[in-house]
């Protein structure tokens, strides 16, 4: 992963400059989520070389069609806050109007275009999108770990296009994951967890480097040695501990929880991804808060968490600053973790 071109390294003084970011996020409750928190460096260096500064990214699932709801304005709006800069708006991505306002842009200025998957054609890894965004700017920064386990054509195709790095978080992402692969302390415990089946097709991959995999959330509930999809690895059981669930299905039970916590204690490394239970409704939070509290509590332990409800439950129980490292990546994490590098990744180094 030392081959990844980084943002130091890449000519940007004055130049427009095409940065990938993560912006899918909802900021009506106030809170500025740690997406946004995350591109600030990213864009604080790039202002003080003088670039202007050209910010694209994607909200929910639109798939080609314009939804108010999933416009990225209000999201521009918070990232202004957040950074303390004036940022201009355009609700396009592509055509007359865009380049006509990034041709008015002056060093220093940045410019959030609309929703990229309001284009059916980003998700359908369109090249002509790609050539497209591409002649907006003079280079391209990939600020995107969380989505860069799609391969979307702002991901892949667009470094092909234009001289090209990592942002500078998106170093810090590979950095940290790579030590949970690269001389770990161990034992190694993953905290498989949530409400997302296809999560269980990582099983496999994590447990040829973890020592233990806890499964809660509503996983278990998934997991069906005869007929799931998901078939978990057989020749490595004495590894996997699968939850009980209370019998409403919110939550893991209180043995189920005393067990995940002696196997927490006893880690050198904990990856967590995704709450025990519905933590957010009354009586079903006791085995994200205990799980959660566990891992910050092992202070010999490298700590890393990953997701956005992860990321939820973390802030509600007041854990923030309490992991080594909180992931930017839900998908992105895991299947970095698994295979030990992303699309994205691959899209910057190969070309």
């Not at 202007?52 to 699932?61: P, S, T």
């Not at 002056?106 to 359908?124: A, Q, S, T, W």
């Not at 810090?172 to 999560?199: A, Y």
Request: hydrophobic share 40%.
């Amino acid at each position: 992963m030392n081959d990844i071109p980084r943002l130091e390294s890449l000519d940007v003084t004055g130049k427009r400059v095409i940065v990938r970011a993560d912006l899918d996020v909802d900021v009506s409750k106030g809170v500025v989520p740690l997406r946004i928190k995350a591109l600030k460096p990213t864009l604080d260096y790039l202002l003080g070389m003088q670039s202007k500064v050209i910010v694209i990214a994607h909200k929910g699932k639109p798939k080609g069609e314009i939804i108010k709801e999933l416009s990225l304005r209000e999201v521009s709006q918070t990232l202004s806050s957040s950074i303390g800069r004036n940022i201009d708006f355009c609700d396009e991505v592509v055509g007359k109007t865009v380049k006509e306002k990034i041709g008015k842009l002056n060093p220093g200025d940045i410019i959030v275009l609309e929703n990229l998957r309001f284009n059916i054609k980003e998700e359908e890894n369109d090249l002509s999108f790609a050539q497209e965004i591409a002649s907006l700017g003079e280079c391209f920064i990939n600020e995107s770990f969380a989505e860069s386990h799609r391969e979307v054509s702002s991901i892949v195709k667009l470094p092909g296009l234009l001289p090209h790095a990592a942002g500078l978080r998106f170093i810090d992402e590979v950095r940290n994951l790579s030590g949970v692969l690269n001389n770990p302390k161990r034992p190694i415990v993953m905290v498989i967890s949530g409400v997302k089946e296809d999560k269980l097709s990582y099983i496999e991959s994590f447990s040829e480097f973890s020592d233990k995999i806890l499964i809660g959330g509503r996983l278990p509930d998934f997991i069906d040695q005869e007929s799931s999809k998901f078939m978990l690895p057989t020749n490595d059981k004495e590894k996997i501990i699968i939850a009980q669930l209370n019998q409403d299905k919110e939550d893991i039970t209180i043995r189920s929880i005393e067990k995940f916590e002696e196997e927490i204690a006893k880690a050198g490394t904990v990856v967590v991804s995704g709450p025990l239970g519905k933590y957010e409704d009354e009586g079903h939070g006791l085995g994200t808060e205990r799980i959660f509290k566990a891992a910050v509590a092992n202070k010999n332990a490298f700590k890393i968490a990953g997701g956005g409800d992860t990321e939820s439950a973390i802030g509600v129980l007041g854990l923030g600053g309490q992991f080594d490292w909180i992931s930017v990546g839900g998908g992105a994490m895991l299947e970095f973790l698994a295979k030990g590098t992303l699309p994205g990744i691959q899209a910057l180094m190969n070309i």
